[in-house]
């Protein structure tokens, strides 16, 4: 038999962590994020403050997989204890870009004069606030906090025009967490 591949992630205080079946369950001060972990022959375990991911394949791949899987349960430990923040800049030079939300979607207007305006969807349970040039995307699942910032970000994106001279745009400018 080969040998055992293993990564253990700590359970944090204030962090409740369940499993039933495939899907692992945390559970925090900001909220609750559920997620399934399946993938052959290797199994997630729940012990009193940790919890481990192993396989006792000795592949590459398996190894690979037990890293990401123990990536994805750190990332969601850490999202429901701080949570995950993305701040993006508003930038034109000559037509004010105006922004709103609404119906789960950013509407972009007046981008380079454009009259009709643009959409930049908001992924899961994400929240998007707009202060002036200042777009604030905050949630606690780093993947849709993550895809709603690119999202804004490529809803304003120029194509066939020169992007040294064309700044106009919504941009990320800084990722805190």
């Known amino acids: 038999?080969?040998?055992?591949?293993?990564?253990?992630?700590?359970?944090?205080?204030?962090?409740?962590?369940?499993?039933?079946?495939?899907?692992?369950?945390?559970?925090?001060?900001?909220?609750?994020?559920?997620?399934?972990?399946t993938y052959p022959n290797i199994v997630v375990d729940v012990q009193q403050d940790e919890v481990v991911v192993d396989t006792r394949v000795p592949r590459r791949i398996y190894k690979a997989m037990v890293g990401t899987f123990a990536s994805?349960?750190?990332?969601?430990?850490?999202?429901?204890?701080?949570?995950?923040r993305y701040e993006l800049k508003v930038v034109f030079s000559h037509f004010p870009i105006q922004l709103s939300v609404e119906e789960g979607r950013v509407v972009i207007?007046?981008?380079?004069?454009?009259?009709?305006?643009?959409?930049?969807?908001?992924?899961?349970d994400t929240n998007v606030e707009i202060s002036g040039d200042r777009v604030?995307?905050?949630?606690?699942?780093?993947?849709?906090?993550?895809?709603?910032?690119?999202?804004?970000?490529?809803?304003?994106r120029i194509k066939r025009?020169?992007?040294?001279?064309?700044?106009?745009?919504?941009?990320?400018?800084?990722?805190?967490?």
């Open 136 to 156: 604030i995307v905050s949630g606690i699942n780093k993947e849709d906090v993550g895809q709603t910032a690119a999202n804004i970000e490529q809803a304003t």
């Open 1 to 37: 038999m080969g040998k055992e591949i293993r990564k253990t992630i700590p359970i944090p205080e204030g962090v409740m962590v369940k499993k039933e079946g495939n899907v692992l369950t945390v559970s925090g001060e900001l909220g609750t994020l559920t997620r399934e972990f």
């Open 72 to 84: 994805h349960i750190q990332n969601m430990i850490k999202g429901v204890r701080e949570g995950y």
């Open 109 to 124: 207007q007046n981008f380079l004069g454009e009259r009709s305006p643009r959409y930049a969807s908001i992924v899961g």
């Open 161 to 177: 025009l020169d992007p040294r001279v064309f700044q106009d745009g919504v941009y990320i400018v800084a990722k805190g967490e």
